[in-house]
């Protein structure tokens, strides 16, 4: 049976997550988000509160961190690469560049 | 149901160790992640491999594995044996899949009485169009999630929502919904769902938060004496003031006119000067009167 039902969201970034609740939309214990916090890999060490770009890259960082045992500056330092390339790829689209 | 061979996704044997495994899962991650790999179906491909990795490896879930069996092949109607759960306590159903769908039907009855856990949350994508970004939208997504039919047992099933898209979204933003997770455990309520909001790609436009990028085509006269001109943009048609002696390449901002975001993003319009084709005499006449009375060379220093 397929249910059909209107359903109405919070924007992260209009609300922003807490310690508690980005371990728990990760699948982890808050020490590993508080680690990651104090390591300057995630968010801000200031203010722990949490963006949509925030639980995004939690997640990626997990997922290098336990499938290559990725050490969490090696995987910071991935997925900032990745996102360069990506930003790249889009300017060149932009420019009317094929994506080579 | 059918049945996976996670050993041939991966490309290894049944007798592979852990090590092997996990060598054989980065390689195949390197080979088809989807921001290198040029792979017709790399996508589709990254999810195979992360789906039988998640099973093969962990060593419990590894093992429950291999009880199902040898001699099955890949896409076959499949049943497991009806006891074989019983033997592995692999803590349950871990993503969409072929083995969350084993244990789905596996159940959760020997937890036992007593034991409450709040569902785990959910993750999924939606794609909309930029128009869907300035207007708002609702859009549906299909989850695959257990169901139980009763006395322990589950099976997974296509739950359809239709969702409420904001005005104002811009790309990678998530969206929660609560209680919309997996169902939880014991009496203890459902966790929730988050849609990461994507775009689809539209060779018009580019965004990049909530500024939106939009090449506009115009006519040499109309960048070099200037015009007002009406451009179709996500926000409706605008009509715009072509500064005269513009290049192509020129960008005019529409402040406030990007993405309506909490901090409105602006709409950056860029001149793209296109010539009209030579293809008559007479077309060919007005060049040949430029290159005598205009003695324009854009090479010189």
């Not at chain 1, 890999?41 to 925030?54: I, T």
């Not at chain 1, 360069?84 to 009317?96: C, D, F, H, I, P």
């Not at chain 2, 020997?110 to 034991?115: A, E, K, S, T, V």
Request: net charge neutral; glycine share 10%.
């Amino acid at each position: 049976m397929v249910t059909n039902q209107i359903a109405i969201g919070v924007l992260i970034d209009e609300v922003t997550l807490d310690v508690d609740e980005l371990a728990r939309a990760c699948r982890v214990e808050p020490d590993w988000v508080v680690r990651h916090v104090q390591a300057g890999v995630l968010g801000e060490q200031a203010a722990p509160r949490f963006r949509s770009s925030d639980l995004a890259r939690a997640r990626r960082l997990l997922e290098l961190e336990r499938h290559f045992d990725a050490d969490e500056e090696l995987a910071a330092l991935v997925i900032d690469l990745a996102d360069e390339v990506r930003r790249l790829r889009a300017r060149l689209r932009a420019l009317g560049l094929k994506d080579a | 149901m059918e049945y996976k061979d996670y050993y041939a996704t991966l490309g290894i044997d049944r007798g592979a160790t852990a090590d092997d495994i996990k060598k054989a899962y980065r390689k195949m991650v390197r080979k088809y992640h989807p921001d290198v790999s040029k792979h017709e179906h790399a996508d589709a491909k990254t999810k195979d491999i992360n789906e039988a990795y998640a099973v093969l490896g962990d060593a419990g879930k590894r093992a429950a594995y291999d009880a199902l069996g040898r001699g099955h092949h890949a896409g076959e109607q499949f049943q497991p044996p009806p006891d074989w759960s019983e033997h592995f306590d692999v803590g349950g159903a871990g993503a969409d899949d072929f083995f969350a769908d084993l244990f789905a039907r596996a159940g959760r009855a020997r937890h036992g009485r007593g034991f409450q856990m709040r569902g785990d949350d959910l993750h999924a994508t939606i794609t909309i169009d930029l128009v869907d970004a300035y207007l708002g939208a609702t859009r549906t997504v299909t989850l695959r999630v257990p169901r139980s039919e009763g006395a322990g047992r589950a099976t997974m099933q296509d739950r359809t929502l239709s969702v409420n898209i904001p005005r104002g979204v811009t790309p990678g933003q998530q969206l929660r919904l609560a209680g919309q997770g997996h169902a939880g455990h014991g009496g203890a309520g459902p966790g929730d769902l988050y849609l990461e909001i994507g775009f689809v790609p539209d060779p018009r436009y580019r965004i990049e938060g909530a500024q939106v990028y939009e090449n506009v085509p115009v006519t040499p006269w109309e960048a070099a004496l200037g015009a007002a001109v009406a451009v179709p943009t996500p926000a409706g048609t605008v009509e715009v003031t072509i500064p005269a002696g513009s290049q192509s390449g020129r960008k005019l901002r529409l402040k406030g006119k990007g993405i309506p975001a909490a901090a409105p993003g602006d709409l950056y319009l860029i001149l793209d000067v296109v010539l009209p084709p030579a293809n008559s005499d007479k077309a060919r006449a007005v060049y040949q009167a430029m290159a005598r009375d205009l003695a324009f060379n854009p090479r010189a220093v």
